[in-house]
DNA sequence: TAGGTTATACGCACTACCGCCTATTTTTCA
DNA sequence: TGAAAAATAGGCGGTAGTGCGTATAACCTA
């Protein structure tokens, strides 16, 4: 597994000296680390192909670490969060939490604690990061299938037979079978069991 | 709507005056009730079967509401707990929305977000209700099924053709189709997509 | 030990599906 | 406006699944 394979943590706080203690930590446990001193400068540089997870400080100047989770949802990006803060404030914790937030450390906080959060969020990434990209196969797939033949889908995932189908939507059992021979072309599948699978994973 | 299918608010609180201003708030908007003293005697009367969430009390003498949360884990028993507390402590906090609480909420509460979190609850657990439902459902008609039934299932949903499947098994190909209809009549699948629908929900 | 269940197996007729071919009309898009 | 894609439809031959009837052997249980 070479380096842009590897999953990233990426620190972002205002404190230089809390960014160099925790790539300091993270490095010693062989994972990779970037720091980034504000949340601005994070949005900045972060692409979402790139796979980690996100420690970030809650209180610091401009954006803040839940406006920060906040934009980061509103882009439609989702990478686990963990929220370090200074002052523990129950009621800003659980909004974390509700907005998917996967911890919520107070500091000081315990360096094996932290590492071990840190391994959990990126087993969740990659995990999360496995089934999207599934999602997005799939997705492609039935992109390539025209209207009719996604029609055509259904009426077969639902289990009707081609002669039911042609008369449903008023076409010959012979144009049904040609779209069927097309679905199964364009969507890879060996047989009706793969073509149901497929279909209802999307 | 009957009071048996109605959803129960269950409030444990250690606090008689807590748990009757917390009786009073959750009936005002016509939702049914019951309040308990301690985990102990929750636990005596409940029976997994009653749909409704648990507002419950951090801090009890006795069994702490935490306590009660994990014992409820371990029994398998998984309704929305809504915790309260008087002292903020984001760790546990943050603990107790790991291990599943939909909320933790400090007293003094806000009345109308107390009920929009109860709301939230009670929906989440009749659709959680639902699922185990269905998921029940479909294991009593697994149930039904012989080893050797579930075996020829698992390749038909495999996409394997019954002459494949003969080989496989080493047995003759009248054999499978045997089997086949046997499996399509204990599962009431009335075609193939019938069929790989049920065994990939399962 | 009798009776039910399970697993095995065959025949026959019917239905459904699959692949490959050709072909026309309609739609879409560059 | 002309080429490409989509939707339509048919033929032919082969493969696969379904329904119904029948039958035997093994096993477990009452």
Redesign the pocket.
Known sequence: MVAENQSTVFVVDDDSSVRKSLIGLIESVRLQAKAFASAQEFLDSYSPSEAGCLILDVRMPGMSGLELQERLGELGIDIPIIMLTGHGDVAMAVRAMHRGAIDFIEKPFNDQLLLDRVQTALTQDLEHRAKRSRAAQTEILMG??????KQ?LDL?VAG???????SE??????????????I?HKLNA???AGLIRLSLSA
């Open positions: 390539k299938l025209t209207p009719r033949e055509v077969i009707r037979p081609n002669k039911t189908i042609a939507l008023g076409i010959s059992y012979k144009t049904v079978e040609a779209h069927r021979a097309h199964m060996e047989n009706i």
